[in-house]
T-cell receptor
Framework: GENVEQHPSTLSVQEGDSAVIKCTYSDSASNYFPWYKQELGKRPQLIIDIRSNVGEKKDQRIAVTLNKTAKHFSLHITETQPEDSAVYFCAATNDYKLSFGAGTTVTVRA | DTGVSQDPRHKITKRGQNVTFRCDPISEHNRLYWYRQTLGQGPEFLTYFQNEAQLEKSRLLSDRFSAERPKGSFSTLEIQRTEQGDSAMYLC????????????FGSGTQLSVL
């Protein structure tokens, strides 16, 4: 099955700086890569996703890049704000079953 | 809130008791999923329904676990003879149509087995 690894496990950034989270996947057949944000005690919320026929996607301050050859994808958050503090999960799938990374706890320091 | 809803939000039970959780997906979604999340980990796939048919069960789902979606709408997840290792957040998610469509999660049921 698919195995997704995520780094770093924790990330502390100064407000206004950028944050980058990286994930690798094992199954070359995976073709859908969503990112979820989970605040303490709340549900995971989809913030951005990318399909394998696209190399990059941007939505306001967040962007995701995909390198199919290297089997890795990354989340970029620019101009970080305190409300960006949360746990972020990457995931991958080639059908309906998402395999998640272990998560990155992002703390934005004011 | 027209999103995925789960009930109860929290459940505390004694080891050996049975528990049942309910999930109401987004109404037009035909796919429903159960995931389990433990502290510091990402969600792990448990099982998946397309309409009322349970199409896949993870090896994580022992014989003590059973899930149903009798009319293709809401779903229940039952754990019999609970063990302390069952303590986790049980998340339900739903999606629309076939293929790699976006999953929307509920707020989960936090199970604590004493």
């Amino acid at each position: 099955g698919e195995n997704v690894e995520q780094h770093p496990s924790t990330l502390s950034v100064q407000e206004g700086d950028s944050a980058v989270i990286k994930c690798t996947y094992s199954d070359s057949a995976s073709n859908y890569f969503p990112w979820y944000k989970q605040e303490l005690g709340k549900r995971p919320q989809l913030i951005i996703d990318i399909r394998s026929n696209v190399g990059e996607k941007k939505d306001q301050r967040i962007a995701v890049t995909l390198n199919k050859t290297a089997k890795h994808f990354s989340l970029h958050i620019t101009e970080t704000q305190p409300e960006d503090s949360a746990v972020y999960f990457c995931a991958a799938t080639n059908d309906y079953k998402l395999s998640f990374g272990a998560g990155t706890t992002v703390t934005v320091r004011a | 809130d027209t999103g995925v809803s789960q009930d109860p939000r929290h459940k505390i039970t004694k080891r050996g008791q049975n528990v049942t959780f309910r999930c109401d997906p987004i109404s037009e979604h035909n796919r429903l999923y159960w995931y389990r999340q433990t502290l510091g980990q990402g969600p792990e796939f448990l099982t998946y329904f397309q309409n009322e048919a349970q199409l896949e069960k993870s090896r994580l789902l022992s014989d003590r676990f059973s899930a149903e979606r009798p009319k293709g709408s809401f779903s229940t997840l039952e754990i019999q003879r609970t063990e302390q290792g069952d303590s986790a957040m049980y998340l339900c998610a739903s999606s629309h149509r076939d293929g790699n469509e976006k999953l929307f999660f509920g707020s989960g049921t936090q199970l604590s087995v004493l």
